[in-house]
Structure formats: C-alpha cells, structure tokens
C-alpha cells in the first residue's frame, strides 16, 4: 500500500448563483479594486488516502467527492492525487 495525498476543489457551477462571491466582488470596489470582477469562492480540501496504485485512489477519491464532498446539483469538482 502506497499513501497518496488529494488536492480537490470544489467550486460553484457556472450558472449557480455565488452570493459569497458576488459579495466579495463588491467589497473590491470599496477597496479601490474596482477592475477586480466576477469573484467565486468554493472549497479546498486536501485528503490522505492509501492505496494499492494512483489509479485506485484516484476512483477512490472520485467517488468520495460525488458522494459527500460535492453537491454535484450545484457543485463542480477537480482533484489531483500524488504519492507522499
């Protein structure tokens, strides 16, 4: 058994609403930033998993994102796995 890290964030779909965001892109304006736009904010997790190959973590981790870490209804998800 190998012990790999995840990386995975998670983040709003496109055409969901981010009222953290759209928050925070009006506080750049307060801040003398107007020409920063468009602001979304999601989550970042980082996980240890051990597995037999990067191939099997990978479909571990996959599936851990679509079954608890994401709301797939309003959420996207990306992760890389690396061995430690």
Known sequence: MTKFQAEIDVMPKKEI????GKAVTGSMKNLGL??????????HITLEIEADSVETANAKVDQACK????????????FTVQAV
Do not use: F, H
């Open 17 to 20: 609403l981010d009222p953290q």
């Open 34 to 43: 107007a020409e920063i736009q468009n602001v979304r904010i999601g989550k």
């Open 67 to 78: 079954n608890l870490l994401a709301n797939l209804i309003m959420e996207s998800y990306t």
